[in-house]
């Protein structure tokens, strides 16, 4: 019977130290990080036609990626990708 008792004071102390971890205060308030590449700052993009759009001012690699196309998986933080419909809409960007 002493076995449910430990569990809950286990259970209690997690909770406790959980709370206590989230009472720093901090001066500014808390931003996004910014992204390596700018999609964050390319979003008004979304739902243009990517053949369209000049990318050479907005990042220094850019990767235009079509529906089931394949992609290398090496993970390049300035490179821009470019996430485009069949029918070339632009549907997402993100980094990598």
């Given at each position: ?30 931003r ?10 390319l ?21 235009v ?32």
């Amino acid at each position: 019977m002493t076995l449910p008792r430990f569990a809950l004071a286990i259970a209690g102390l997690a909770l406790f130290a959980s709370c206590q971890m989230g009472d720093e205060k901090s001066s500014e308030p808390s931003r996004p990080a910014t992204d390596a590449c700018g999609a964050t700052e390319l979003g008004y993009i979304i739902g243009l036609r990517a053949s369209e759009i000049d990318f050479s001012e907005q990042a220094d690699t850019v990767r235009v990626i079509k529906p089931n196309s394949a992609v290398t998986l090496d993970h390049r933080p300035e490179r821009l990708n470019v996430h485009v419909s069949d029918a070339g809409i632009i549907t997402k960007l993100t980094c990598g």
